[in-house]
């Protein structure tokens, strides 16, 4: 299996391991033209767009993120704490993820935490590496996992 998802090429190679493995999935598989490769740039602004993402509609997502990525520009943890509660609130960020973001931060900056280290690690250990983050769960952190690192073996519930 591949280390991660980088190209059109491995989601073949990932299609195929599937429709070797799953009859169902095999008949599904059979039925779609193309799957696209939905990646976005790993790091600290995909983690905390993910978050700010959680439990809205697509809709408020994007213009909470649109708002609080012009404030906050570029997108760092540095930027982001520099830019302070006022900011936030008037980007229309929850105290929920103020304080989610703000423990990324923390993590970030302690060490506590190295997104660069994600892809190199089995699915189940990156995992438990992200919601060590007061507020990030696993299904945020399958999503980062998926759609940031690439991980091969992730699949959010």
Same mark, same amino acid.
């Given at each position: 299996? #591949?280390a991660?998802?980088?190209?059109?090429?491995h989601?073949?190679?990932?299609?195929q391991?599937?429709?070797?493995?799953d009859?169902t999935? %095999?008949?599904?598989?059979?039925? @779609? &033209?193309?799957?696209?490769?939905?990646?976005n =740039?790993? /790091?600290?602004? *995909?983690?905390? +767009? #993910?978050? @700010?993402?959680?439990?809205? *509609?697509?809709?408020?997502?994007?213009?909470?993120? /649109?708002?609080?990525?012009?404030?906050v &520009?570029?997108?760092?943890? =540095? !930027?982001?704490l520099?830019? /302070?509660?006022?900011?936030?609130i *008037? %980007?229309?960020l929850?105290?929920p +993820?103020?304080?989610?973001?703000? =423990?990324l931060?923390?993590?970030l !900056?302690? +060490?506590a935490?190295?997104?660069?280290?994600?892809?190199a690690?089995?699915?189940?250990?990156a995992?438990?590496a992200?919601?060590? @983050? +007061?507020? #990030?769960?696993p299904?945020?952190?399958? @999503?980062y996992?998926?759609f940031?690192? /690439?991980?091969?073996?992730?699949?959010?519930?």
């Amino acid at each position: 299996m #591949i280390a991660t998802i980088e190209d059109d090429s491995h989601i073949s190679q990932g299609l195929q391991w599937l429709r070797a493995r799953d009859e169902t999935l %095999a008949m599904m598989i059979d039925h @779609v &033209d193309h799957v696209p490769l939905r990646r976005n =740039a790993p /790091g600290f602004a *995909s983690l905390a +767009k #993910i978050i @700010v993402s959680q439990q809205v *509609s697509v809709q408020s997502a994007d213009a909470i993120w /649109g708002r609080l990525a012009t404030l906050v &520009d570029p997108m760092t943890p =540095a !930027n982001f704490l520099r830019q /302070g509660e006022p900011a936030w609130i *008037s %980007a229309g960020l929850s105290r929920p +993820k103020q304080r989610t973001l703000l =423990a990324l931060c923390d993590a970030l !900056n302690e +060490k506590a935490l190295r997104l660069d280290d994600l892809p190199a690690l089995p699915a189940d250990e990156a995992i438990d590496a992200l919601v060590t @983050v +007061k507020g #990030i769960g696993p299904w945020t952190a399958e @999503v980062y996992l998926l759609f940031a690192v /690439g991980h091969p073996d992730i699949f959010p519930a």
